[in-house]
């Protein structure tokens, strides 16, 4: 199982980025996938989540109503739309899938991990 997660880079405040994950190895139709980011000197962090059928989505507070997740199940791929970003939107932003189609926000139940990507929002 790999997961490439892309679409990361420098973005002005109040602008926005659409990060990529493409899953590869198996059928990820039926597995919820998630969106995690690291700020600079802190922990990881959930930032959405969606699940297998692309029915259910849940984000974290700080980023309810700019940030929106889908998929697309023919591709195997999971985006993060993110607008109106803030400086502190800033981070290594990461992908990852698990092995059951319900959402979810804590890292300990994915599964899979994508490398990362760096998103950075200048003010």
């Known amino acids: 199982v790999q997961l490439q997660a892309s679409g990361g880079g420098l973005v002005q405040a109040g602008g926005s980025l659409r990060l990529s994950c493409a899953a590869s190895g198996r059928t990820f139709s039926f597995s919820a996938m998630g969106w995690f980011r690291q700020p600079p000197g802190k922990e990881r962090e959930f930032v959405a989540s969606i699940s297998g059928p692309g029915s259910r989505t849940s984000y974290t507070d700080s980023v309810k109503g700019r940030f929106t997740i889908s998929r697309d199940n023919t591709k195997d791929t999971v985006y993060l739309q993110m607008n109106s970003m803030k400086p502190e939107d800033t981070a290594v932003y990461y992908c990852?899938?698990?092995?059951?189609?319900?959402?979810?926000?804590?890292?300990?139940?994915?599964?899979?991990w994508g490398q990362g990507t760096q998103v950075t929002v200048s003010s």
């Open positions: 990852a899938v698990r092995n059951r189609a319900t959402i979810a926000t804590s890292e300990i139940e994915y599964d899979f």
